[in-house]
């Protein structure tokens, strides 16, 4: 019932930025934690970046100083901005939350390509 739905990523000069949304419906309540996971091809899925209902943050140290993770003003939806994007951020990007009760959901996962 509660799905995860992530905007389209793209095709991105080294350089430039791009914003990634995610949107949940099928909720009745707030997720504890709303994530960003990335996975490149011959690589493990790892951390991006998170946020909790209290505003805290966390980052990898790859992206941190160029990516900005935050709530939206619409229930349970979370937001990446990265800037400064280099051709090793390419990979396919997936949204992750935890409800009250520890149940994880996924999106469906959004292509980002870094050119240069």
């Known amino acids: 019932q509660v799905q995860l739905v992530e905007s389209v990523g793209g095709l991105v000069q080294a350089g430039g930025s791009l914003r990634l949304s995610c949107a949940a419906s099928?909720?009745?309540?707030?997720?504890?934690?709303m994530r960003w996971y990335r996975q490149a091809p011959g690589n493990k899925r790892e951390l991006v970046a998170g946020?909790?209902?209290?505003?805290?943050?966390n980052y990898a140290d790859s992206v941190k100083g160029r990516f900005t993770i935050s709530r939206g003003h619409a229930k349970n939806t979370v937001y990446l901005q990265m800037n400064s994007l280099k051709p090793e951020d390419t990979a396919v990007y997936y949204c992750?939350?935890?409800?009250?009760?520890?149940?994880?959901?996924w999106g469906q996962g959004t292509q980002v390509t870094v050119s240069s």
């Open positions: 992750n939350a935890e409800d009250p009760w520890q149940h994880g959901y």
């Open positions: 099928g909720t009745a309540f707030s997720f504890n934690a």
């Open positions: 946020i909790t209902n209290d505003g805290s943050t």
